[in-house]
């Protein structure tokens, strides 16, 4: 049988739906921030020689969230590009192995379409042009904020 609705009872079932409803809300929203944080989730390449900033930047970027596989040289980035589908290049232009630049506009040769961000020492006007008329989607100066990288890995 069903409850007996009283004006003491009354305001405990309004609170106690509204309680419930609340707490589906809340959950309905986690639910959907991890959905969208999943699908937001790259498969990134980094290539970078310089030990340290590789690492920092490796882990900083999986910190958000994204996997990131790194390797120092070019011959190793072509191979990776080859077997895996990466949403992100992150590409130093200087390298033992040769010029970052050049990889970039291989890959836009051949139609390749991957977001590429440029990360360098390499600071003048120029270099910044050359890089974005090569195809890069994005062009940041070392030293950069790691934060700032995270943000336009998410744009």
């Not at 809300?25 to 944080?37: C, F, G, P, T, Y």
């Amino acid at each position: 049988m069903g409850r007996l609705l009283t004006a003491t009872t009354l305001p405990t079932l309004a609170y106690g739906n509204l309680k419930e409803t609340e707490n589906f809300r809340q959950l309905h929203v986690s639910i959907e921030r991890k959905q969208r944080d999943t699908l937001r989730a790259m498969r990134i390449l980094l290539i970078e020689d310089e030990p340290l900033l590789g690492q920092a930047v490796q882990e900083h970027i999986a910190a958000d969230g994204h996997a990131v596989d790194r390797v120092a040289r070019l011959d190793q980035g072509r191979a990776a590009l080859l077997t895996v589908d990466y949403q992100l290049i992150l590409l130093d232009l200087h390298l033992p192995d040769g010029r970052g630049l050049d990889l970039l506009r291989d890959l836009r040769r051949r139609g390749d379409t991957r977001a590429v961000i440029i990360l360098t020492a390499r600071d003048q006007i120029n270099d910044r042009i050359d890089g974005l008329n090569a195809g890069a989607d994005d062009y940041l100066v070392k030293p950069f904020d790691l934060n700032e990288l995270s943000a336009r890995v998410a744009a």
